[in-house]
């Protein structure tokens, strides 16, 4: 079997490298979801429901990846998480990811947040929406890999 999964990594670019997905709290009220929104305003983030569990997934490529063989530079002394993972389930072997929701942006959140509280409404012009500096973390400890 470990033959087989350096095969698959020989074959890939370290697709598994160059983003990580952390669970969210799941969002239960329209302030919850606009602090969703907030991240999905930066680049390079995306938030997706799997199984019912919400996750942020920050596209950030693993400063040990080499660009020049697609390697860890350090294989040796990777963290657990690294470790632990297998070729199961990867990004190059594993089919297209089902998930019952996935934002992409800002945007597509405040569309979502429309249908899902103003029954699709806009505001009224001129009236401004009430919003926070900066959200709490909803982030748990664990790191989800996807």
């Not at 040990?64 to 199961?88: A, F, M």
């Not at 401004?128 to 709490?136: D, E, I, L, Y």
């Amino acid at each position: 079997m470990a033959g087989k999964a350096k095969n698959f990594c020989g074959k890939c670019t370290g697709l598994c490298c160059r983003y990580f997905a952390l669970p969210l709290e799941t969002p239960e009220d329209r302030e919850d979801f606009d602090d969703i929104r907030w991240y999905l305003c930066h680049e390079n983030v995306t938030v997706f429901v799997e199984d019912g569990d919400w996750y942020v997934n920050i596209k950030n490529k693993c400063r040990h990846l080499s660009e020049e063989d697609y390697k860890c530079g350090n294989y040796e002394d990777r963290p657990k998480i690294c470790r632990g993972y297998t070729t199961k389930n990867c990004d190059l072997t594993h089919d297209e990811y089902d998930y019952s929701l996935h934002f992409t942006d800002d945007k597509q959140m405040l569309e979502y947040m429309k249908v899902k509280f103003d029954n699709n409404k806009t505001g009224r012009k001129g009236t401004k929406a009430k919003s926070k500096a900066k959200p709490k973390s909803k982030a748990k400890a664990k790191v989800k890999k996807k």
